[in-house]
T-cell receptor, first 110, second 116 residues
Framework: NAGVTQTPKFQVLKTGQSMTLQCAQDMNHNSMYWYRQDPGMGLRLIYYSASEGTTDKGEVPNGYNVSRLNKREFSLRLESAAPSQTSVYFC?????????FGSGTRLTVV | AQSVAQPEDQVNVAEGNPLTVKCTYSVSGNPYLFWYVQYPNRGLQFLLKYITGDNLVKGSYGFEAEFNKSQTSFHLKKPSALVSDSALYFC??????????????FGTGTRLLVSP
């Protein structure tokens, strides 16, 4: 099984550009998440989707939007990228106490 | 709201010595506690979790963690460290399952450096 697949793995954007980070899981999990990881700050929750059809803000949602396209897919969109959004982004899915993380997207905004 | 504290940014230990990486938590109700490890330029790998039962939880790669409810701690331990254990370790907590949807909240991470 692939688990949680994130695309792309690396991306460089110019300030003001937009992009969508894709995430798909094949474990039939109900819940999905987007986290960002910054040095010294651990992983911070951006948005989550408790189940298909619902999305909610996490700790650091400003500048981001999400779409739970179906049970498998949960995308993260940056409408107008800023240097402060330079980070490593992780998608995760869960069912009860089982959490699976993707391998991450390293995003640099210049 | 739940929170996790990892008080040490870095832990240094010599190979063969025991290691401890500290974690304390705050959550309403009985916690679900997790440890993850991250190697350079890699994703998060699950090490172990505590949900209920025995306070000593055994996980991958010889790691274990002890749940202490009175001290609200969940320290990660290994009896004999390996150089290959050098990595970034994250503690995480979520609230109990029967209180509705609960998010997984992470600590800031502790870098473990094992010297030969």
């Amino acid at each position: 099984n692939a688990g949680v697949t994130q695309t792309p793995k690396f991306q460089v954007l110019k300030t003001g550009q937009s992009m969508t980070l894709q995430c798909a899981q094949d474990m039939n999990h109900n819940s999905m998440y987007w986290y960002r990881q910054d040095p010294g700050m651990g992983l911070r929750l951006i948005y989550y989707s408790a189940s298909e059809g619902t999305t909610d803000k996490g700790e650091v949602p400003n500048g981001y939007n999400v779409s739970r396209l179906n049970k498998r897919e949960f995308s993260l969109r940056l409408e107008s990228a800023a240097p402060s959004q330079t980070s490593v982004y992780f998608c995760a899915s869960s069912e009860e106490s089982n959490y699976t993380f993707g391998s991450g997207t390293r995003l640099t905004v210049v | 709201a739940q929170s996790v504290a990892q008080p040490e940014d870095q832990v240094n230990v010599a190979e063969g010595n025991p290691l401890t990486v500290k974690c304390t938590y705050s959550v309403s109700g009985n916690p679900y506690l997790f440890w993850y490890v991250q190697y350079p330029n890699r994703g998060l790998q699950f090490l172990l979790k505590y949900i209920t039962g025995d306070n000593l939880v055994k996980g991958s790669y010889g790691f274990e963690a002890e749940f202490n409810k009175s001290q609200t701690s969940f320290h990660l331990k290994k009896p004999s460290a390996l150089v290959s254990d050098s990595a970034l370790y994250f503690c995480a907590v979520r609230g109990p399952m029967n209180t509705g949807f609960q998010k997984l909240v992470f600590g800031t991470g502790t870098r473990l450096l094992v010297s030969p």
